[in-house]
């Protein structure tokens, strides 16, 4: 690997702001060169304010440019696919945003295109490296709450002014997001789960469009069984009258609860003593994602969020909603 891996960002958008985007600035041995956006203007824009060099509305000329060593795919989940591929095409490191692609099936062509070319491939479930859930997955391997028998996630978030507006909002298009915000954010707790417990061994799950604000579906819910043995269950559902986000892991001498959106303190209940443990998460919320690839690309470390395993959680995902 080059000394310095010399970074391009395709979608320049909201993401890329604070979440992910100065994160590639700040990590040695990564350095961002270059960002692409459709409107021209705001890609001039995101790179003056970014101190970023290079500029394009036009992806190929980002991909091709010689100064650029990998590419960073944070447009919406339709075009990861096609991007990728040029990618790989190429033959440059990648990272792509969450999810990796809308189905299992893109993305596993994304990825075994990348593994015939030994060519680096990552995807943005950044919560495998925050120290907050770090914590958590050392708490189950050193069986603080003895052998973990099932876990539970609930997520329930109001219909907002843009569900109840005729504004265009991908998130609810169900050609882009067949089941809506559960594409967009389901992704990250089920991916967390199988870091956690390991692989799934099984999943199924009903889901449906209850309020009729967009195409999208809107409610679903879903049961499971990792290999390690653990059971888990989940609803998600878009249009309640509050905003609630909390995980229970159950375990034979106690729990840990928390939540995968909110820095809520993680809850540890063992008999009848119970403490909060509050670890905050990084201003830039990719630091740790963006740093580990460093350290993948550099040593024998293995990252904890690749193209493999981002399949895997698209996989889950399709089960869940009766893809495959």
């Known amino acids: 690997m080059r000394q310095t891996i010399r970074w391009g960002i395709i979608g320049c958008g909201d993401v890329t702001e604070i979440k992910?985007?100065?994160?590639?600035?700040m990590t040695d041995g990564f350095e961002l060169v270059a960002v692409m956006r459709r409107n021209l203007e705001r890609a001039k824009d995101y790179?003056?304010?970014?101190?970023?060099?290079?500029y394009y509305n036009d992806a190929d000329k980002l991909i091709k440019n010689p100064q650029v060593d990998a590419v960073y795919i944070a447009t919406p989940p339709d075009t990861h696919h096609y991007y990728a591929l040029k990618v790989a095409e190429a033959s440059k490191i990648c990272c792509i945003e969450k999810p990796m692609a809308p189905s299992y099936t893109e993305c596993q062509e994304i990825q075994n295109t990348f593994e015939k070319q030994s060519l680096p491939l990552f995807v943005a479930y950044y919560r495998r490296?925050?120290?907050?859930?770090?914590?958590?997955?050392?708490?189950?391997?050193?069986?603080?709450?003895?052998?973990?028998?099932?876990?539970?996630?609930?997520?329930?978030?109001?219909?907002?002014?843009?569900?109840?507006?005729?504004?265009?909002?991908?998130?609810?298009?169900?050609?882009?997001?067949?089941a809506g915000y559960?594409?967009?954010?389901?992704?990250?707790?089920?991916?967390?789960?199988?870091y956690l417990?390991?692989?799934?061994?099984?999943?199924n799950g009903v889901s449906g469009n209850q309020q009729n604000l967009y195409s999208a579906e809107d409610i679903i819910s879903g049961s499971w069984?990792?290999?390690?043995?653990v059971v888990g269950a989940g609803m998600w559902s878009f249009g309640t009258y509050k905003r609630e986000d909390k995980v229970r892991i159950i375990g034979s001498q106690g729990e840990l609860s928390f939540s995968i959106f909110g820095e809520v303190p993680i809850?540890?209940?063992?008999?009848?003593?119970?403490?909060n443990l509050v670890i905050e998460n990084p201003k830039h919320i990719q630091q740790y994602h963006v740093e580990n690839m460093v350290k993948h690309l550099n040593s024998d470390f293995q990252h904890p969020s690749t193209g493999k395993t981002a399949t895997h959680t698209a996989w889950v995902m399709d089960k869940i909603l009766g893809k495959i």
């Open 20 to 25: 992910s985007g100065p994160a590639y600035k």
């Open 47 to 54: 790179a003056k304010r970014h101190d970023v060099p290079l």
């Open 129 to 178: 490296s925050l120290p907050r859930f770090n914590k958590v997955k050392s708490l189950l391997e050193e069986h603080v709450i003895g052998d973990v028998r099932h876990v539970s996630w609930y997520l329930s978030r109001t219909a907002s002014n843009l569900d109840k507006s005729d504004i265009y909002n991908w998130r609810t298009d169900a050609k882009i997001a067949p």
């Open 182 to 194: 559960f594409d967009d954010l389901a992704s990250h707790g089920l991916d967390l789960f199988a």
């Open 197 to 203: 417990f390991g692989d799934f061994k099984s999943a």
């Open 225 to 229: 069984e990792h290999e390690s043995g």
């Open 267 to 275: 809850g540890i209940t063992v008999q009848n003593h119970h403490e």
